[in-house]
């Protein structure tokens, strides 16, 4: 099929694209890891941008529009735009001149010294660890969704292509407008056989993304990036308009867009099913950046402080040249211009594959898958990466003691634990799937309850380890407990419902997202036992807090 013939080509070109910056590898552990410090403006725009659109911004936005309207745009990427750029200027310049000034490559490392605590990582590794597992499973999941999707059997002139038919019509008809076994109208009928399997496409994705990372490091994971966010931000725009053409059916691509959006049920359109305390909870949402560890270790990479600039003025550009188009199209796909079968309308995940296939050509669906696998791929090298280096940095390195390992045994290290990532994520993605939007959401709460962590050591001098462990503790525990009570993300539109006398809602109750429950217990604990317990030494102060 021309599409698994694009999606196979586009992998292969990455790998070559990966394997060739790995020949820029110094063979040193701090190469490896950070890159020697060398990522300037424009690369460091991209890998940090490429590692927070996962398939959550895409495959995600797309499927929750699907569900709930145009106004997942304003509870999540209009904040996103705004709180991303907040927190690389008051968090990631701060934190790379730290890093390059004590040599810090992870969190860990840092709150290490700054809390005057040899053993906080002990508790935060894994924490952070537990939480990028579910990020990590996004992508693993999407990957294999859309490929299969996309990839499934056909019929041409009656006869099933790449599969078993299982009631399905498909574009050629729907042109005629008739029933391929009939002469009822054409549908949208989806049939899933023939395609590749998703856990087969699973597979090969991670494949591909372990080979360049353990072979190329921060360097190769850093190149890959910008290729593939450029890939992913130039074919998600092509997607919109395609998509916004075939739907609207008109002439012009501004008249079938009017029609497309004009059609858009008009609960689609508001948020007036959305509770005002939830939208604006949701905020609290995109504060996880400041605590990704992946993006922690882009911030290090930096060849200087000027190179945030770039990255703090054009990241909510490039949030909106990516959100706005997915959102649209998940909207439109609750329109009647097109019948979104119930197999798919169950699954938001296949909505955006769904319509690709859908609605383009053969060869023009396997580039738009391209870009899709390009988004996801993105962030998953990233996180990979990180994970190795943070179990070789504080888990490893503090056992050894005052035993020096030397670069070689780090890499070693860093690329065996990255392996059994890679293998313990695709084992889990093989379990009951769950709605990427909705798991994505759960671990950025989980990061966001950390916030106040890494914003009080850079800037409250009278943090304590004591406060900061309670911190942790208090941001696991709550969010282990609102994670079992929502069903371990079952229940999509999962809420605290505290009691108001004034609200309208749900007979006197407000419904707040579980972030602002997490928020709020991790902020209160960290307060108040650093008050009661002793402030750290002054040399400590003086280190982290210079008065000029």
């Known amino acids: ?59 995600g936005s797309t499927g929750e529009s699907f569900k709930e309207g145009v106004g997942v745009y304003g509870m999540l990427a209009s904040s996103s735009g705004i709180i991303h750029s907040l927190c690389f200027f008051l968090l990631g310049v701060k934190v790379w001149k730290l890093g390059k000034k004590h040599g810090y490559r992870t969190q860990v490392q840092f709150f290490r010294d700054r809390l005057e605590s040899r053993w906080i990582g002990a508790l935060l590794f894994p924490v952070l660890v537990g939480l990028v597992i579910p990020y990590l499973l996004i992508g693993v999941m999407a990957s294999g969704t859309v490929i299969n999707k996309v990839t499934a059997g056909t019929i041409r002139d009656g006869q099933v292509v790449g599969g078993t038919f299982q009631e399905g019509t498909f574009p050629q008809f729907l042109e005629q407008g008739k029933n391929p076994k009939s002469d009822a109208p054409a549908s949208f009928t989806y049939g899933s056989q023939g395609g590749v399997p998703k856990p087969l496409a699973s597979l090969a994705i991670c494949g591909i993304v372990l080979i360049y990372v353990f072979l190329g490091g921060m360097r190769g994971t850093t190149w890959a990036n910008t290729f593939q966010t450029l890939v992913f931000m130039v074919l998600g725009l092509v997607t919109f308009v395609v998509i916004a053409w075939r739907l609207g059916g008109q002439e012009s ?16 359109l508001t948020r007036t099913h959305i509770p005002p305390e939830k939208f604006f909870t949701y905020m609290l949402v995109p504060l996880s950046v400041g605590m990704f560890p992946h993006l922690f270790q882009h911030w290090l990479t930096a060849r200087s402080a000027e190179s945030f600039k770039l990255p703090v003025f054009a990241h909510p550009l490039f949030i909106a040249i990516v959100w706005v188009p997915c959102v649209l199209i998940g909207a439109w796909a609750t329109s009647d211009l097109i019948s979104i079968p119930p197999p798919v309308a169950a699954n938001p995940n296949a909505v955006l594959p769904f ?39 504080d888990v490893v390195r503090p056992l050894y003691g005052k035993r020096n390992l030397s670069d070689r045994q780090q890499i070693l290290i860093a690329r065996l634990f990255i392996i059994a990532i890679v293998a313990l994520t695709y084992a889990l993605s093989l379990f009951e799937p769950r709605r990427v939007f909705t798991l994505g959401v759960w671990c950025f709460s ?25 911190c942790i503790l208090a941001a696991a525990g709550s969010w282990l407990w609102l994670f079992r009570a929502s069903d371990f993300a079952a229940q999509p539109n999962f809420t605290v419902n505290i009691p108001v006398p004034t609200a309208i809602d749900l007979d006197g109750y407000w419904q707040l997202m579980p972030v602002a429950a997490m928020v709020v217990c991790s902020t209160v604990t960290m307060i108040l036992v650093s008050l009661v317990t002793k402030p750290p030494s002054q040399t400590t102060v003086d280190r982290f807090f210079p008065k000029t």
């Open 355 to 393: 319509l690709v296939k859908q609605l383009a050509g053969p060869v023009l669906s396997g580039l738009l898958t391209a870009g899709i696998l390009a988004a996801i791929m993105s962030s998953l090298d990233s996180q990979f990466l990180c994970l190795g280096t943070m179990f070789t940095e």
């Open 1 to 59: 099929m021309p599409q698994l013939l694009i999606i196979c080509g586009y992998l292969v070109l990455l790998l070559i694209l990966g394997l060739g910056a790995s020949r820029l590898f110094r063979g040193t552990s701090q190469d490896y890891m950070l890159a020697s410090h060398s990522i300037g403006p424009f690369l460091l725009l991209m890998s940090i941008f490429g590692t927070t659109m996962t398939a959550f911004a895409l495959v």
């Open 253 to 268: 691509f501004w008249a079938s867009l009017q029609m497309a959006s004009n059609s858009i049920p008009i609960e689609k």
């Open 446 to 470: 989980g990061f966001s309850s950390l916030f106040p962590l890494i914003f009080a050591a850079l800037y409250w001098p009278r943090l304590t380890k004591q406060g900061a462990c309670a």
